[in-house]
């Protein structure tokens, strides 16, 4: 009899442990890196759109309306409370990995999206010229944290903030 129930606890250990989500290693991530280096298209595409104040603010339009839900306002992820809780993590714009790539292959990630990232492609959602525009909003991000935070967020994170300070009042008396 105890056989059988050493064998359902090591089994139950068995299940439990391999359900676990951990970040993925340094291998896998660098695997990932090479993968979407070369499956990346768009390397000699050259963006129609001027690089002006008034393309950037068309842009910068056109992403509030598609993109500030997961990369915020600002394009840092400011205030985008699951950004770096994805797997991977939601991409800060403004970052060196995403600021290396061409204007054509942003585009082309814009349009085609990023498989097993969660990024979507917006080919059919957003038109061309509007991917271009969106491109050179990119390429002019503001501070981090200067846009505040996406007001789908504002409401969830102030009641985090307040929850917060009761119970620290609660702690005091």
Avoid at 25 to 31: N, S, V
Wanted: aromatic share 8%; proline share 6%; with cysteine.
């Amino acid at each position: 009899m105890r056989n059988p129930l050493q064998l359902l606890f090591l089994c139950a250990l068995v299940m439990y442990s391999s359900c676990k989500v951990s970040n993925p290693g340094r291998i896998e991530t660098m695997a990932a890196r090479k993968a979407k280096k070369v499956t990346i298209g768009g390397k000699d595409w050259k963006n129609p759109v001027p690089d002006n104040s008034e393309a950037v603010g068309i842009g910068a339009r056109a992403f509030r309306q598609q993109c500030q839900v997961c990369h915020g306002l600002d394009g840092h992820n400011t205030g985008v409370p699951f950004a770096d809780r994805m797997s991977p993590p939601v991409a800060d714009l403004g970052g060196e990995d995403t600021q290396a790539y061409s204007d054509g292959q942003l585009k082309w990630i814009i349009e085609n999206g990023i498989r097993f990232t969660g990024m979507p492609g917006w080919n059919g959602l957003l038109k061309d010229d509007e991917m271009w525009y969106v491109v050179r909003f990119m390429r002019h991000l503001p501070q981090q944290g200067s846009l505040g935070i996406p007001s789908i967020f504002q409401q969830s994170q102030e009641q985090e903030l307040m929850t917060k300070g009761t119970k620290t009042q609660m702690k005091v008396r």
